[in-house]
């Protein structure tokens, strides 16, 4: 089992693009990225700054094997 941490993602906020200089699909590469190294008995902590809109908070976390 591991221990992953992951902040700032800033999912689906396209200004990212600019501020951070960040790809067109920074979104689509984070999720891929979170599946391909996180495994399911593994765990998977926030710190923050997932998105932008608190009202679709939930809906821009990726769906990950681990525990969240």
Do not use: S
């Amino acid at each position: 089992m591991k221990t992953w941490l992951i902040a700032d993602t800033h999912l689906n906020h396209q200004k990212m693009e600019t501020y951070c200089d960040r790809p067109d699909n920074h979104t689509d590469l984070t999720d891929k990225n979170i599946h391909r190294m996180v495994q399911p008995t593994d765990i998977l902590i926030h710190l923050g700054d997932i998105g932008m809109d608190k009202g679709k908070m939930y809906g821009q976390i990726p769906c990950v094997n681990g525990q969240v």
